[in-house]
């Protein structure tokens, strides 16, 4: 038998190459260029994330008597509230600006990796439920940059997904969910919330 | 004539091959990677979206009398205004949080498919426009998930462009644009407004 | 010798092909279904930007006195602040709404371009440090289109970067950093900030 590839081998070679090539470039060009997807089936495959983290934050909520210690304070109320007593109605157009300590623990004293810094409007007045934008800003030896956060938190329920609109440094151009958790908390005052995050568009 | 190819037919055919993937790796390389690109033609062809969605949302402020319908609650006002009327400057400086029902036509009372939880703030003194953040909160038997919305409203104009910059659940790492128009108003309590979003990344 | 390619000669340039096309899309489908990435040395190659601009824009905070001039409004403030001077404890808690003239210069009387549109909230007891939502909205020969903002503001920082998390018109779904730089500042009144506008996803 001849070991040497004929001709038709190569062409056959060369048109698997051409069909590869094609079959593959499909999602690529539909991602960019926007052909209509045809729907896939309900249960969807969760990408892999190309980066995961989790980290904890602690807010601590200005209440009229802890200056020293408050990370977060009520800076815009509807007319029926003030700033030092959450309004009533679950809190609903209470403006919350906040600047808290993140940790990799669960621990408020643990050395802080960064902070988390941004506001939150508790936005309905049937149910808590706030509406989110904040920033991590990280200055550690493990990571220097910032992630940016967006979306509604319906902070009664378990788990809520917000999503990562971008990121700087590390996280150069970086965007995926983030997931929170109401972790522990003590009266209206103090809450420390779990943040798993996973990131789908890694630069680097 | 020989119906086999010949080496140097073969030859092409790669060369060929090697040419179509270059040239069509290209537009992928230059998206990922950042090569500069040439400036295009005026008349930009605008892509097709890969989901076209459209929705109604119903923006009832309260005013001192409605605190029973309102899904709106002005909580910060500048230095001259105060929280049941809207400031004077076409409202220049008023923060509005909302909670606000999400239908499928035009009428308030249908029922919603969701919640459009967020604020705006209008910006500008000489006239009516505003920032917008806000997400919509789906929880349908179409749709469970969040889209992420940020960007300038000038709502004098007849339609106004804002970006979709995130998504979770059904709209997992969604972006988009999303046209918004006011399609009725009454006085300065109600407005609702038409929004057709156009997702031009769609993971699923 | 023989000038024709042996089919070895073919064989080798297929796989090669089959080879070189493979190592190319790994990137490309890295991006889209997210495949977990190998770590990059330390020292990252910035990717080179699709598209760059630099522009100014002014903030001429209300003060009680400017309202012909300013540009902006303190709207929110906390229990500690009111809203025609900043709060003590580096503005902590102010919610700032601004609609800002963008320049090409550094000139506050050049004429604009068009208008930084959105708020800010300081974040911070310790240190000045804000959080930013705003969009530039062009309307000029030039530009016609928006760009929206989020990210963490350490304003005494030289440089700090947000990111670009949409656009619409002629930025059409772009996405980016841009670099923040106090330019000049008088008293606590005016400020002119430059920034440096890195596109990395350019739809066209």
Redesign the interface.
């Known amino acids: 038998m001849d070991t040497?590839?004929?001709?038709?081998t190569?062409?056959a070679?060369?048109s698997f190459?051409?069909l590869?090539?094609l079959a593959?470039?499909q999602?690529?060009?539909?991602?960019?260029?926007?052909?209509?997807?045809k729907p896939?089936p309900q249960r969807?495959a969760?990408?892999?994330?190309?980066k995961e983290l989790v980290f904890y934050f602690h807010d601590i909520i200005?209440n009229?008597k802890n200056s020293r210690n408050?990370t977060a304070?009520?800076?815009?109320?509807?007319?029926?509230g003030?700033?030092?007593i959450l309004a009533g109605q679950n809190h609903?157009?209470?403006?919350v600006?906040?600047?808290d300590p993140i940790t990799l623990d669960n621990n408020l004293h643990a050395p802080a990796v960064g902070?988390a810094?941004?506001?939150y409007?508790?936005?309905?007045?049937e149910v808590f439920?706030a509406?989110l934008?904040?920033?991590f800003?990280f200055n550690s030896t493990e990571h220097v940059g910032?992630l940016?956060f967006?979306?509604?938190d319906?902070l009664m329920n378990k788990t809520r997904?917000?999503?990562?609109?971008?990121?700087?440094?590390d996280f150069?151009?970086a965007?995926?969910?983030a997931t929170l958790m109401t972790d522990a908390f003590e009266g209206e005052v103090y809450f420390r919330l779990r943040v798993d995050i996973k990131l789908?568009?890694?630069?680097?």
């Open positions: 040497k590839p004929s001709s038709t190569l062409l070679l060369s190459l051409l590869f090539f593959n470039s999602p690529s060009h539909d991602q960019h260029h926007n052909y209509p997807r896939r969807r969760i990408p892999k994330p190309c200005y009229g408050a304070a009520i800076v815009g109320a509807p007319a029926w003030n700033r030092t609903f157009g209470d403006v600006v906040f600047d902070r810094q941004g506001m409007v508790y936005d309905k007045k439920t509406w934008g904040f920033s800003v910032t940016t967006a979306g509604a319906p997904d917000v999503s990562v609109v971008g990121g700087t440094g150069f151009m965007r995926g969910i789908y568009e890694c630069w680097w």
